[in-house]
Each structure stands twice: as C-alpha cells, then as structure tokens.
C-alpha cells in the first residue's frame, strides 16, 4: 500500500504537527513500511489463541488499603518551628 502526499499531509494535520515538502515523500515511505508490516500480521494463524490484555501476567505491587490510627495532634506538630496559638505559622505565599 502506497500512502500519497495527500494523505500524509492529513495525517501530519490530523497529529498536529508541521511537515516539510521534503518530509512528505519520507513520511509516506515509512508510512507505507509500517502498514505493510500489519499486512503481514493478518496473515497469521491466530485460531485457539485467547485474547488476552497483557502478554503476561500481571501482579499488583499496591499494598492493601488497611485503616490506621490517625497521629496525635502532638506527634503532628512536634517538628512545627513557629506556632501561633493553635496554627501553623508558614511564611507568606501569595502577595497581598
């Protein structure tokens, strides 16, 4: 399959991204590459194979979402530098 000018102007729109006259004539040759190797793909035999989602199996490395005891306000704030009767005195974010 041979793709056009024409078409790979659509597709670099389509991508949003600038091509060249000289890209146009390279693009197309790899894009024709490309689509030539999913011919081939076609032809393979894939009778009694199982669709699957990942080419192995996948194990969860998450740890399990187990309640805990909240810390004390005192463990909180014990590393606080400034306090200011009960709140946390940060420095200026935002000018006034």
Known sequence: MRVDKETVRHIALLARIGVTEQ???S???QISRILENFKLLEE???DGVEPT???SDLISVSRSD???ESPSKEDMIANVP???SDFVRIKRVLEQ
């Open 53 to 55: 989602g990942h080419s």
């Open 27 to 29: 693009f197309g040759s």
């Open 23 to 25: 890209d146009l004539d």
């Open 66 to 68: 187990v309640g805990q």
């Open 82 to 84: 400034v306090m200011e």
């Open 44 to 46: 393979v035999d894939t």
